[in-house]
């Protein structure tokens, strides 16, 4: 009977873990705003001159597309919790990072969104390895 309690308490997720689901589900939210506002820069609802599709330059065309794609999707594999949506959201950081921080001179320098990228990557890290500890520490004898 002791066993099968234990190995029921060991199934259900802990404190970590729900506090883990919680930031990835903030993080999809961001995601999808993300999205949102790249789809609204293509489609030319956005104030600024050379911000709909056809008057973008080529490496911003190419730039905006894909993260208008990847951003959502990466917001819905956040949101349900799947192993590929920090992946995804991963290919999206490094893209904007790589983009404002990296090319400057051709997207603008922002640097709010590379810290934003950043410090979410460091709280990702944070609880992988938090959690990992307290599984490792539950389990050992």
């Not at 949506?85 to 001179?105: D, H, R, T």
Request: with cysteine; net charge positive.
């Amino acid at each position: 009977m002791n066993d099968a309690l234990q190995r029921r308490a060991s199934l259900e997720p802990g404190a970590p873990e729900i506090a883990f689901a919680a930031f990835l589900r903030l993080v999809a939210c961001l995601c999808l705003v993300f999205g949102v506002l790249y789809w609204i820069r293509l489609i030319g609802y956005y104030p600024g001159d050379l911000f709909r599709f056809d008057l973008m330059p080529v490496h911003w065309q190419i730039a905006a597309s894909t993260l208008a794609v990847l951003f959502p999707f990466a917001a819905a594999g956040l949101w349900m919790l799947a192993s590929w949506g920090p992946v995804i959201w991963f290919l999206c950081a490094a893209g904007e990072i790589s983009m404002y921080a990296g090319f400057p001179q051709y997207f603008g320098y922002r640097p709010t969104v590379v810290a934003v990228h950043a410090a979410v990557a460091v709280i990702y890290c944070a609880f992988r390895v938090f959690i990992h500890l307290s599984k490792r520490k539950a389990v050992a004898p």
